[in-house]
């Protein structure tokens, strides 16, 4: 073990917490962000200048506020680094950085380490989804809240999940509300799930309280239906709906996708908290449960770390109850808007970096290994390293894509001029 | 005029602090070559735009600079199909 | 060649030259069953840069027999084998030093002398050809005739081509005997039954033969980039630096020797690699290594700057003792055939060698000299075969 700091991976809720939590119990941290400030996709701050058009529900201003009243008490002990990409740990246990500031890689052997990189959105492929103009929900959900400007002309949000109320409602709320909102699934034929997520308090009013805002604006609320296939046409895209049998037509700018959330883990290490220099995942990046859950789950994993170094830390049974919690709502969640999928027509793009079809993985050897659907497949061989077409890769052939044995790095894609560059903080 | 970066040749204006990804669609930008912005977050390298002398940065994750000159990645440099 | 309408082969390794062995056998008649620890392709074939050279080979019998496999490339190519799969490209030996510029002309006089073409190419001649090239570049050769392949594709298309069933995640762990011959192999607690088989898995190959103290395994750290031209090489030529003819000719011996060369692949990205890593067999890749890798090729080609790295990886090479292939009849043991050893050397020999590995298992004349990858050499040195 070594005297260094504790890196912590992500400045979003969970690795702000975790870092808090960490300095608060007097260990010095390294707390990285890939952008140029701390809050993560649900905190993205305004730029400089920007007012802030887009106001959370007031639970998570507060959480956020007093997050940051936390990490500025114990400021002196965290180093924080922006503009810092986590590229993955090397074969000989380097956690690298892509400092685009500095435009060098850095490598540094921390103490121990909490990754806590948020989830990935996940989206369903149809003919057209790799189109200009088509965004996910997400991303254009953090555009948003940088510039408090609407992405300008027609939008229709559509897909699976909470976030397209949201992103609907912020939009309205910019000012540009979308012509439609599509929920692929059907919540209100699952009652039971719909009960369950009453209980959950505050994730039910907040989801009211767009629903009301899209009523407001007009914004039609369509439950079953989904996009089956986008085209450009001019500078618009027609896009084609299918609800139940019904096929209907409408023409857009932009047409924002989303269909749930799953951890980031490609290319991040396997947890490994007895390991010498111990490994732990915290927030969506380890369990998709939402912005509340990662707040808990960072400290949990402080917790556990402060816990592995001989302090008698543990987490109180009030946060333990309050992750069970976001399980139940998730699962909920996951039963209310269930619908199954089809396999999208063969011309469907899946890796879009490589231009492969869904035609091209069919083809492929019913048993073919991983390395087979790289290699002779070319998938997941592109510049998205597969964080897209992997996910999607999986849901089609109904069983997960092995990862490549031993990780590899760099995760992201990495300036060849920059890593020559490389510093190390060892002495060589 | 305001701080801009060149898109193209194009001035496109931006406001400090802004990425170049914010200040295209803001220009009404959508198309980047063959390259889209897309997942927001540095994940899907959709939005990768050309800079002159350097690797390509994601437009998502990189604040836009004054005087910057950029450029879709160049129809040879973009994934094919 | 007559079919032995009963010979039954299993092949121990789908690489290049199991495939090439398979695929050749089951053209002659005979039946294969084609083995491999995980998949085709998964060892150092599937991890290597795609030089079918001459130009890099070591003088005496190695320079020889590259240049009957490349010629096999080449016909392969013209036959519909390899069609579109194999294509001519230059190497350029480049040298940034005078003592470099001695050895890159000491190894063109070698390549003259075993019949190569080698064109003396004039800095002004080759920025022409190679824009951009690193000012410390002071002398070059060019040899003209040289190829490119990759490894994976070549396996995948013997597959389809000879339609031979492949068993993934089948590892053998012995060569089954009976009666002083090889009756078979056994795969976990199954025996595969078989009137002979070719052990060509790689550093694989050293368990099951006890060639512990033969085969060296030699670790290659690479980079590949994103695309600097779409469907077509960026560059007109494989850079192949004289730090790495250092290495193949036996000059230099260190785990922390780059042997750099730039490979523009196909795809317009180009492979960067590599170390040469004796005695690791694992695939890691470290930060070091790639950024010293890294710094030497940017300083042969600059424009480099403009890359992006996507991916590090590491491939096995298996080397063998002498620096010389392994190819031939197990000198003790009736009914085996062994086939590994070739190093980084693989994609260029691999075809013609799994081609010579299926003649000798039928009983047919190679049509080569292969007498100096006999592994008769190491039986008389005391050492098992």
């Known amino acids: ?428 | 005029m305001t701080a801009h970066f060149y898109w193209n040749g194009e001035p496109v204006p931006f406001r400090p602090g802004e990425t170049i990804a914010a200040a295209l669609l803001g220009a009404g930008i959508v198309h980047l070559g063959r390259g889209r912005i897309f997942c927001g977050i540095g994940a899907c390298q959709g939005c990768l735009v050309a800079m002159t002398g350097a690797a390509a940065v994601e437009a998502c994750l990189t604040p836009a600079r004054n005087g910057l000159r950029l450029s879709p990645l160049a129809e040879e440099q973009a994934d094919h199909d | ?385």
């Open chain 1, 1 to 428: 073990m070594t005297d260094g700091p504790v890196l912590v991976v992500g400045g979003g809720p969970a690795g702000a917490s975790a870092a808090a939590s960490l300095a608060e119990a007097g260990l010095p941290v390294l707390l990285v962000e890939q952008r140029d400030a701390l809050g993560g996709a649900i905190h993205r701050q305004p730029a400089p200048g920007h007012a802030h058009h887009i106001r959370l529900p007031a639970r998570h201003r507060r959480n956020w506020a007093a997050l940051t009243a936390r990490l500025s008490t114990t400021a002196g002990r965290i180093e924080i680094r922006t503009r810092t990409i986590f590229l993955g740990v090397d074969g000989q246990g380097r956690f690298l950085f892509d400092d685009r500031a500095a435009e060098r890689v850095f490598a540094c052997r921390p103490r121990a380490a909490i990754i806590a990189v948020g989830a990935v959105e996940t989206i369903r492929p149809f003919p057209g989804w790799e189109r200009p103009g088509v965004m996910t929900a997400g991303g254009a959900q953090v555009l948003l809240k940088e510039t408090g400007r609407p992405p300008q002309g027609p939008i229709l949000v559509a897909g699976s999940g909470p976030l397209l109320l949201a992103v609907a409602a912020q939009l309205a709320e910019a000012g540009n509300p979308p012509v439609a909102v599509l929920e692929r699934g059907r919540p209100w034929r699952a009652p039971g799930a719909l009960a369950q997520l009453g209980l959950s308090g505050g994730l039910v009013g907040e989801g009211l309280g767009y629903l009301a805002r899209l009523a407001a604006s007009r914004v039609p609320y369509r439950t079953g239906a989904e996009v089956t296939r986008a085209e450009p046409q001019g500078d618009r895209l027609k896009v084609v709906i299918r609800t139940g049998s019904a096929e209907d037509v409408v023409q857009v700018r932009h047409l924002l996708v989303h269909d749930g959330i799953a951890p980031n883990r490609t290319g991040i290490p396997l947890p490994a908290p007895d390991a010498a220099v111990p490994v732990l995942l915290a927030g969506d990046g380890r369990e998709a449960l939402g912005a509340d859950a990662a707040i808990l789950d960072g400290r949990r994993a402080a917790m556990q770390l402060l816990a592995r170094f001989g302090r008698a830390e543990t987490t109180t049974p009030a946060e333990e109850r309050g992750l069970s919690r976001a399980r139940a709502v998730q699962t909920a969640l996951a039963q209310a808007l269930h619908a199954e999928a089809a396999p999208p027509p063969p011309e469907t793009l899946i890796c879009r970096c490589e231009g492969r079809s869904y035609a091209e993985l069919a083809a492929l050897p019913e048993d073919a290994s991983a390395r087979e659907i790289r290699l002779m497949g070319r998938f997941g061989l592109g510049a998205c390293q597969g964080r897209f077409c992997g996910p999607m890769i999986a849901a089609l052939r109904g069983r997960p894509m092995p990862a490549a044995a031993p990780p590899r790095w760099p995760l992201r894609p990495v300036s060849l001029a920059a890593l020559a560059r490389l510093t190390t903080d060892e002495t060589e």
């Open chain 3, 1 to 385: 060649m007559p079919p032995s309408p009963s010979l039954h082969v299993a092949v121990v390794g789908t690489g290049i030259v199991g495939a090439a062995a398979a695929h050749f056998l089951a053209a002659s008649g005979a039946r294969v069953t084609l083995l491999d620890a995980t998949g085709p392709a998964a060892g150092a074939t599937g991890a290597s840069d795609g030089a079918v050279s001459v130009a890099s080979k070591r003088p005496g019998p190695m320079m020889d027999i590259a240049r009957h496999a490349r010629a096999f490339y080449v016909r392969c190519e013209a036959d519909g084998l390899f069609r579109g799969l194999f294509h001519r490209r230059s190497t350029f030996l480049v040298a940034r030093t005078p003592v470099e510029a001695e050895l890159v002309a000491q190894h063109g006089a070698d390549l003259a002398v075993a019949g190569e073409r080698v064109e003396e190419i004039g800095r002004a001649a080759l920025l022409a050809r190679i824009p951009g090239l690193g000012e410390s570049v002071c002398a070059a050769l060019e040899i003209p005739d040289d190829g490119h392949a990759l490894g994976y594709e070549i396996t995948e298309r013997l597959l389809q081509r000879s339609r031979v069933a492949i068993r993934r995640d089948a590892p053998v762990s012995e060569i089954v005997t009976q009666a002083g011959r090889a009756s078979g192999v056994a795969i976990r607690q199954e025996h595969l039954a078989a009137d002979a088989v070719l052990v060509a898995a790689g550093i694989g190959s050293s368990a099951l033969l006890g060639l512990g103290d033969i085969l060296i395994p030699r670790k290659g750290q690479m980079a590949v980039t994103d695309r600097a031209a779409a469907g077509r090489p960026a560059i007109d030529g494989h850079l192949m630096a004289a730090s790495y003819l250092a290495a193949k000719r036996g000059i230099v011996r260190d785990n922390a020797h780059i042997g750099l060369v730039i490979d523009p692949l196909m795809t317009g990205q180009f492979l960067i690699g590599g170390s040469r890593e004796d005695h690791r067999d694992d695939h890691a890749t470290d930060a070091p290594t790639i950024a010293a890798i890294l710094r030497d090729a940017l300083d042969l080609y600059p424009p480099l700057a403009e890359r992006r790295v996507l991916r590090s990886f590491a491939g096995v090479r298996t080397a063998s003792r002498d620096g010389l292939p392994i190819l031939g009849l197990h000198p003790h043991l009736p009914g085996v055939a062994i086939a590994t050893g070739f190093e980084g050397d693989g994609i260029c020999l691999g075809p013609l060698m799994g081609a010579c590995a299926a003649r000798l298992l039928l009983g047919v004349p190679a049509g080569i000299d292969l007498s100096a990858l006999s592994p008769q050499r190491f039986a008389s040195a005391g050492g098992r075969p």
